[in-house]
């Protein structure tokens, strides 16, 4: 059973910063994109970051570049998300997602949720002002 669990979220005041894991089991990931979404409360899922299987590419929305950086660890199946200079309106749940697909995917297959097959159960981050 392939399983992500996402740790690190917690309350952090604004212009903090918190460091957001990702741990997979169950299966490897390291030929797969993965990526963060997050949702805030009366709001849809939306896409943070992602990056390539290698690492070697990495996207991310324009509401958080600059100030979050996602990077992967594939000796231990986990992808890693460094959230800086949070504001008030990056209170959410963060989500972790991994795809089954292998190798190289386009950077707009990679900002959506629909190639991800796997998702985490979320990790609520708040923060305050």
């Known amino acids: 059973q392939v399983q992500l669990v996402e740790s690190g979220g917690g309350l952090v005041q604004a212009g903090g910063s918190l460091r957001l894991s990702c741990a997979a089991s169950g299966r490897t990931f390291s030929s797969s994109a993965m990526g963060w979404f997050r949702q805030a409360p009366g709001k849809e899922r939306e896409f943070v970051a992602s990056?390539?299987?290698?690492?070697?590419?990495?996207y991310y929305a324009d509401s958080v570049k600059g100030r979050f950086t996602i990077s992967r660890d594939n000796a231990k199946n986990t992808v890693y998300l460094q959230l800086n200079s949070l504001k008030p309106e990056d209170t959410a749940v963060y989500y972790c997602?991994?795809?089954?697909?292998?190798?190289?995917?386009?950077?707009?297959?990679?900002?959506?949720?629909?190639?991800?097959?796997?998702w985490g159960q979320g990790t609520q981050v708040t923060v305050s002002s």
């Open positions: 997602a991994a795809t089954s697909q292998r190798g190289s995917m386009t950077g707009i297959g990679m900002r959506s949720s629909w190639v991800y097959d796997y």
């Open positions: 990056i390539s299987w290698s690492g070697g590419s990495t």
